[in-house]
């Protein structure tokens, strides 16, 4: 069956820097067919703390989703030769990366600090409205990448605007369940022109776990840096030593290095999911779910009675000090 990725054609040519393990691959596949799948079930992102409600309505709802993962990328920053992170106190709640996204949004729509949800307004949003926006509950400021995130905004307002009455639900409607044309509708924005369509793929995980649409074909996962970094750590991902010195010592990429490992990443999950029938966005979730247990810096392997708690440890090759691959992107 032609899929939606054949149909994309996606670059997925890979140089000298990476390449796929199929045996390690074929391990962790028949891994994954042994697992209770049950367990991981798409998620539905019903969290108040995070999104609006069913009673705030579908259209409120995907235009929030949308309009948060336009700026879903890169939550660290070099201060000093070091690593930093967006985290912090943000309505009463202490949060960190994405989730202090969501939050802040959350924040800033409960509150009314700026008319996130009016694209015509979103269109002008200015740069000390944004910082009002992430500004931490101490009134810190601890979102990076800042202006990347106003224009894509800026974009997406003026956009969603022009075309589409204002509203990312219109555009949702008229795929009328189909993916292919959700991601080829959805690359008209600056936010979501990545060529392995990450955010794409996002966000269309979490418009279909929500249940405001039903796509006609499986989704394939987003290729984010901590799925990137297990995928690495269990040896799915064989990568040369002088990119292995780089991300051990959070080194900054070059762009070419991480184009290849973003496509390596992707390769490996479509080939997983042939291999196993299970659909991307469980997959996702899988690995997603993984993250905390596969920390950056004390993964849960290295904890004497706890190794357990990994999904993958008995497949996987325990490369640890490999950490996030850093590079100076939109699409991470």
């Not at 992102?45 to 948060?68: A, L, N």
């Not at 039903?214 to 984010?224: A, L, T």
Request: net charge neutral; with cysteine.
């Amino acid at each position: 069956m032609t899929t939606v990725a054949d149909r994309l054609r996606l670059l997925l040519e890979l140089g000298d820097k990476v390449e796929i393990d199929d045996e390690r691959l074929e391990q962790v596949c028949r891994h994954l067919k042994k697992i209770d799948l049950e367990s991981y079930k798409p998620l539905d992102w019903r969290d108040p703390k995070h999104f609006p409600g069913d009673d705030e309505g579908m259209p409120t709802v995907s235009q929030f989703f949308t309009i948060g993962n336009s700026i879903n990328f890169r939550y660290w920053w070099r201060d000093n030769g070091r690593l930093k992170y967006a985290e912090g106190r943000k309505g009463g709640n202490s949060e960190r990366g994405a989730f202090y996204m969501w939050r802040s949004l959350r924040v800033s729509m409960k509150t009314g600090v700026f008319p996130l949800l009016e694209a015509k307004r979103l269109a002008k949003i200015e740069p000390e409205d944004i910082r009002r926006i992430f500004r931490d509950d101490d009134g810190r400021d601890v979102m990076p990448a800042l202006e990347e995130r106003l224009h894509n905004w800026r974009d997406l307002g003026t956009k969603l605007h022009e075309f589409w009455g204002g509203e990312f639900y219109n555009l949702v409607k008229e795929t009328r369940g189909s993916l292919f044309d959700f991601i080829q509708y959805s690359r008209q924005f600056r936010a979501f022109d990545d060529p392995l369509c990450k955010m794409i793929m996002v966000n269309a995980i979490l418009h279909q776990g929500r249940g405001i649409t039903k796509f006609d074909q499986p989704i394939f996962p987003g290729i984010d840096y901590e799925l990137l970094k297990q995928q690495m750590r269990i040896g799915i991902l064989k990568i040369s030593k002088d990119l292995e010195i780089k991300i051990e010592h959070s080194e900054l990429l070059a762009s070419d290095e991480a184009a290849e490992l973003r496509k390596a990443g992707l390769k490996a999950f479509l080939r997983m999911m042939e291999a196993t029938s299970i659909n991307g966005d469980i997959l996702d979730n899988i690995w997603w779910s993984n993250r905390k247990a596969c920390n950056t810096d004390v993964p849960i392997c290295q904890t004497k009675d706890q190794e357990s708690k990994c999904r993958f440890l008995d497949v996987c090759s325990k490369r640890t000090k490999l950490r996030i691959p850093l590079e100076i992107t939109r699409y991470y």
